[in-house]
């Protein structure tokens, strides 16, 4: 049985990492219910910025304005490299 009196330590970052990726998992599986492309309209909304890419299905547009485009960009490129 594990010991609960003990203080668990959470970076901040490593929360915000969590919830960039369980976001982009979301937006994927409410674009792919759509019979959309993820990774095209993910793309398209990063590069440009133009939520329209993203469908409201599921709130998905209003998600993923929650986060900068350029934390998700940072999230995306670390998991690539750290998956090398």
Same mark, same amino acid.
């Given at each position: 049985?594990?010991?609960?009196? /003990?203080?668990? +330590?959470? &970076?901040?970052?490593?929360?915000?990492?969590?919830?960039? #990726?369980?976001?982009?998992?979301?937006? =994927?599986?409410?674009?792919?219910?759509?019979?959309?492309?993820?990774?095209?309209?993910? /793309?398209?909304? +990063?590069? &440009?910025?133009?939520?329209?890419?993203?469908?409201?299905? #599921?709130?998905?547009?209003?998600?993923? =304005?929650?986060?900068?485009?350029?934390?998700?960009?940072?999230?995306?490129?670390?998991?690539?490299?750290?998956?090398?």
């Amino acid at each position: 049985m594990a010991d609960r009196s /003990s203080t668990m +330590l959470f &970076s901040s970052k490593d929360v915000e990492r969590e919830y960039t #990726k369980q976001l982009l998992k979301s937006v =994927q599986q409410a674009l792919e219910e759509r019979g959309y492309n993820a990774v095209n309209q993910l /793309s398209g909304y +990063l590069i &440009s910025g133009d939520p329209a890419y993203i469908s409201s299905h #599921k709130n998905a547009r209003s998600n993923i =304005q929650k986060v900068e485009r350029y934390e998700i960009i940072e999230e995306l490129v670390r998991s690539y490299l750290e998956s090398k």
